[in-house]
């Protein structure tokens, strides 16, 4: 599986920015899907989850509330809503994904990173 994330930028606080993370293969559907982020100077994080058939999702607790995850699974994407942010969410967002039968906190496909920069 290859990811390739987008829609990151600019925005002022209390904006909205919806990234975006297309994955390649025909098996796209049997894999969970999850988005964290790196701010400069700090250890990656994860920010949401939502499993293969999308029955769940979750989130990190400073982005409840605000951030949705969802997926087309017909399309290969999933997406990234962020809504009401924060300065504090500037950051690199990266996609990732984990085979549904890893039952670890492993993810075996990263994508390459999308800059979201929150102006205050």
């Known amino acids: 599986v290859q990811l390739q994330a987008s829609g990151g930028g600019l925005v002022q606080a209390g904006g909205s920015l919806r990234l975006s993370c297309a994955a390649s293969?025909?098996?796209?559907?049997?894999?969970?899907m999850a988005w964290f982020r790196q701010a400069p100077g700090k250890e990656r994080e994860f920010v949401a989850i939502?499993?293969?058939?999308?029955?769940?999702?979750s989130y990190a607790d400073p982005v409840k509330g605000r951030f949705t995850i969802s997926r087309d699974n017909a399309k290969n994407m999933v997406y990234l809503q962020m809504n009401s942010l924060k300065f504090e969410d500037t950051a690199v967002y990266y996609c990732?994904?984990?085979?549904?039968?890893?039952?670890?906190?492993?993810?075996?496909?990263w994508g390459q990173g999308t800059l979201v920069t929150v102006s205050s």
């Open positions: 293969g025909r098996t796209f559907g049997m894999y969970d």
């Open positions: 939502i499993l293969w058939s999308a029955s769940m999702t």
């Open positions: 990732a994904a984990r085979h549904y039968s890893n039952h670890s906190p492993t993810y075996e496909y």
